[in-house]
């Protein structure tokens, strides 16, 4: 260190180029180039190591933070309950993790028990495994297939892959688990390329399709039906009228338990609570993660009903009955401690409100730039979780190369906005724009965003 000013991070960057493994990026331009360093964050904003100042439009580059940087309350939180109490394995409870599954189950009606874990993947793989264990406990082993949607994403360890939509986040590290089964995806803007969509009643003709999925497999060998609210990183999916309730329906024929992947959509990304409290459903399992604590600690939680928490508990004197599962890091109380923090600004500071508000100027001004820019062919969202989806011809919807789409993103950064995109995901359609700024965003954030978002494509396609 001897020689740096305190502003020199000349040797953060060298170590972190030496020795630090970046997530999703290829690091062979790290060879002549330099690695980002984000330095420090307050509100939406964040800096680099050059002191550059970005408006981060996608909440931490994967849709965590979701009440902004720099929330003194959160750190205080954390620090007075790790000073008191740190961690102690999940068998026992703690003061925070007690308290804050109070506080959640209120916002979740219908729903009883809190399950904690570390990540959105860890808390997928939770509820899979409630899954396979209830199959063999109640119906002979038999039940054990879930079905996951296409283009749809639930993490990335071996099992929840096996549940991914996506073939170029899945390429190369099969074999996957068996007994996953994918069903069609519910995108109206491509029902062109589904065989037999109608022109009416999409959602309820797509839906349909996961209907035939289970008559095909056998209702008797499907044991749940894992979806996200709304799609993240296969494309913005917003699912289209009439698909939820068609969905419930399904599942309640064919007694397939509903688990809900909320990790991206859940504390308040879409201007509710839960992304599936926009649609009227009732599942019976909900997962979650990034937003729970905005990424001041780590967290997820699987949140079941009280019917499927009972099935674990009905023969006391069984060795094997219970949930035979454990987080490590489940026991960690700074989770906890920081997600009762972060629901409490939430509420105080009405940013389901602000979500709804400002969701509607996001999608507004995205529509305005499709008036301008015929690259845009559709424009998707809930609250503050909206796409722009670039083709390079409407009436034929090709998608635009990729590569063109990562120059819209890098001239915004170079700008100074930080926004989002598909990629890795579906093989020739990573071409949506990914917008999901913090919560606390205001009409000049917005604002600026999609100013960014227009300078950029019009230098990009003209």
Request: charge should be negative; glycine fraction near 12%.
């Amino acid at each position: 260190m001897d020689g740096m000013t305190a502003n020199d991070l000349s040797h953060v960057v060298e170590a972190d180029r030496a020795h630090v493994w970046h997530h999703l990026i290829q690091h062979k331009p790290f060879e002549t180039g330099e690695p980002r360093i984000i330095v420090e964050g307050k509100g939406m904003r964040v800096w680099d190591q050059h002191g550059k100042e970005h408006l981060d439009a996608v909440a931490g580059g994967v849709w965590t933070v979701n009440v902004g940087y720099g929330r003194e309350s959160i750190a205080d939180a954390v620090r007075d309950q790790i000073l008191k109490m740190n961690f102690f394995g999940g068998t026992v409870g703690t003061i925070p993790g007690a308290l804050f599954a109070e506080k959640l189950i209120e916002k979740m009606p219908g729903m009883t028990r809190v399950y904690y874990a570390n990540s959105g993947s860890e808390a997928n793989e939770k509820a899979f495994k409630m899954v396979r264990q209830i199959a063999h406990k109640r119906y002979g082993g038999k039940k054990t297939k879930i079905l996951y949607r296409d283009r749809d994403y639930h993490g990335s360890t071996l099992a929840t892959m096996s549940a991914g939509g996506q073939e170029e986040r899945n390429a190369q590290y099969g074999p996957f688990a068996p007994d996953f089964i994918r069903v069609p995806h519910c995108m109206e803007y491509r029902k062109h390329e589904q065989d037999g969509a109608p022109d009416q009643n999409y959602g309820e003709w797509a839906a349909n399709q996961i209907e035939e999925v289970i008559l095909r497999e056998g209702p008797d060998t499907v044991g749940a039906l894992c979806l996200e609210p709304v799609t993240a990183g296969g494309g913005v999916i917003t699912p289209p009228e009439g698909y939820w309730e068609r969905v419930q329906e399904i599942c309640t024929k064919y007694d397939i338990l509903l688990h809900i992947d909320e990790v991206v959509c859940g504390m308040g990304r879409t201007g509710v609570w839960f992304g599936y409290q926009n649609y009227g459903v009732q599942p019976d399992i909900v997962t979650m993660a990034k937003g729970v604590a905005s990424g001041y600690a780590a967290i997820s939680c699987c949140v079941t009903s009280e019917k499927v928490f009972d099935l674990f508990k009905d023969d006391h004197t069984d060795p094997m009955n219970y949930f035979r599962d454990i987080s490590t890091f489940g026991g960690c109380t700074a989770g906890p401690a920081a997600a009762l923090e972060n629901m409490r600004i939430l509420e105080d500071e009405n940013l389901l409100d602000n979500t709804l508000v400002m969701g509607e100027r996001l999608v507004a001004n995205l529509n305005a730039l499709a008036e301008k820019h015929k690259v845009i062919g559709d424009v998707r969202g809930k609250g503050l979780f909206c796409g722009a989806e670039l083709v390079s011809d409407r009436d034929s919807k090709d998608p635009v190369h990729e590569k063109m789409v990562g120059q819209v993103v890098a001239d915004c950064m170079a700008q100074g906005v930080i926004i989002g995109a598909t990629n890795r995901s579906v093989p020739g359609k990573n071409n949506t724009l990914c917008f999901s700024p913090p919560l606390i965003a205001t009409a000049n954030d917005i604002d600026e965003i999609t100013t960014a978002v227009d300078g950029a494509l019009g230098r990009v396609f003209g």
